[in-house]
């Protein structure tokens, strides 16, 4: 093979915990010694000027994301950091001791986990304005937060089927999660005396059945019963259940509004933007992703088409939606 033809060399990758020292949260607590978990592919470049802003989703590490480096991110020219949020097991957790749940007066706020990702910016690689902030589900959020809370802070956002503000009917999903978890006869009203087998296991059957679409589950062969138990229930064991909660109260508390009004509020957002929908997202259905992206100005909304439901905002094994995404990312940061 000619020198000209060789496969480019891998990109360079540094993973870790970022220390934050004592943290004051929204809701009024403090952790006392705070960290968040990070994971940069990619050399940033002596601007700073390519930096990528990655903030987890729902339940994930940062390792989990990694895939976006490649099919959606050239890591040769960007330099993709994927952050931790507050409660998913590797950054500061209940797992950990650092906090407690809203039983105890503990909700962790999106505004929460962004003051950490500015920290780790700074502290850490020098840079105050990433070129884009992506963010899928929770990590739309995030994107989200960013641009309302900071405008001057981000030049780019890309909300990937998330939105704004958790809505009604979202809400009433996570409320019947949470439910699921803590009727389990093991519920103490602060964690768990022991592992929450059926609660974990209604956990899952409650999340599968929303996260992919109606049009999956007719393409699985076994009992859905089954599917479940080996496709979807690990990957929730992995975590404490704790963990799992916190998590999820970060998710209803969610609304960068503030509970004012939305559209207000969206209108004064100054990132280049762009709104991505799934098809057949059952937590965030298209329509709610439109009204996001018509409140700020100069938006440009897409819409995936694609039967995986809200996993098609995260197609790490599905090379169509991987190509959409990195089509809109593209466009995005030619902007």
Do not use: K
């Not at 020292?21 to 705070?34: E, H, K, Q, V, Y």
């Not at 089927?161 to 519920?187: I, M």
């Amino acid at each position: 093979m000619s020198p000209s033809a060789a496969a480019p060399a891998a990109p360079p990758r540094q993973q870790g915990l970022h220390a934050l020292g004592p943290f004051p949260l929204s809701c009024g607590r403090t952790i006392t010694d705070a960290r968040v978990s990070y994971l940069r592919i990619g050399a940033l470049n002596a601007e700073g000027s390519n930096l990528i802003l990655v903030p987890s989703s729902y339940g994930a590490r940062v390792e989990d994301l990694a895939w976006l480096a490649g099919p959606v991110f050239d890591p040769q020219r960007w330099c993709v950091l994927i952050a931790g949020m507050f409660g998913n097991g590797a950054s500061s957790s209940p797992s950990h001791g650092a906090m407690g749940l809203a039983e105890q007066g503990w909700v962790v706020d999106q505004r929460d986990n962004v003051a950490a990702q500015r920290r780790l910016l700074a502290e850490l690689f020098g840079v105050e304005r990433p070129a884009l902030v992506y963010g899928w589900s929770m990590g739309a959020q995030q994107a989200y937060r960013w641009a309302v809370d900071h405008p001057e802070a981000v030049a780019r956002i890309c909300c990937v089927c998330g939105t704004a503000r958790t809505s009604p009917h979202n809400r009433l999903f996570l409320l019947s999660l949470r439910q699921a978890l803590t009727a389990d006869r093991h519920w103490t009203g602060s964690g768990f005396s022991a592992p929450p087998e059926q609660g974990l296991l209604t956990y899952a059957l409650i999340y599968a059945s929303w996260a992919a679409s109606q049009p999956f589950f007719r393409t699985i062969a076994e009992p859905v019963e089954e599917h479940v138990r080996q496709q979807w229930l690990p990957h929730y064991q992995r975590h404490d259940p704790r963990d799992l909660i916190a998590m999820l109260d970060t998710w209803l508390a969610h609304d960068v509004a503030d509970g004012g009004d939305l559209t207000a509020t969206l209108g004064q957002v100054r990132a280049r933007t762009a709104v991505v929908a799934g098809s057949h997202d059952l937590y965030f259905p298209p329509a709610d992703l439109e009204a996001d992206a018509r409140a700020i100005p100069g938006a440009s909304f897409h819409r995936i088409e694609s039967e995986l439901g809200h996993r098609a905002g995260n197609p790490h094994s599905s090379a169509p939606e991987q190509e959409q995404l990195r089509s809109i990312a593209e466009q995005l940061l030619a902007s």
